[in-house]
Nanobody, 118 residues
Framework: QVQLVESLGGLVQAGGSLRLSCAAS????????MDWFRQAPGNGREFVAA????????NYADSVKGRFTISRDSAKNTVYLQMNSLKPEDTAVYYC???????????WGQGTQVTVSS
């Protein structure tokens, strides 16, 4: 059984930066890709960023383009989300998720709170 363990988020001021990490623990881990999602109070789960595991091709939500960067370290089974120029509207619980080769999100992290103050 694979577990995705996220680093702690935190509280930062607007304009600041934060890096999240998500490490897969398990005997085997070979996803199609890994994604980041977020969910703020009153909102549904929102897609943030994705990376294909083999090629490194990335995709971002329009709201974070130019500010967030997703990357991965395959040797460590870890995906990162570098968040720069943070805004109060980025405040949410952030989740990592692995996507299988049949298009299913099969594993999810526990979620970590990111709060951006104005």
């Amino acid at each position: 059984q694979v577990q995705l363990v996220e680093s702690l988020g935190g509280l930062v001021q607007a304009g600041g930066s934060l890096r999240l990490s998500c490490a897969a623990s398990g005997r085997t881990f070979s996803p199609y890709g890994m994604d980041w999602f977020r969910q703020a109070p009153g909102n549904g789960r929102e897609f943030v960023a994705a990376i294909r595991w083999t090629t490194g091709i990335t995709n971002y939500a329009d709201s974070v383009k130019g500010r967030f960067t997703i990357s991965r370290d395959s040797a460590k089974n870890t995906v990162y989300l570098q968040m720069n120029s943070l805004k109060p509207e980025d405040t949410a619980v952030y989740y990592c998720a692995s996507k299988s080769w049949i298009g299913k999100y099969d594993y999810w992290g526990q979620g970590t709170q990111v709060t951006v103050s104005s």
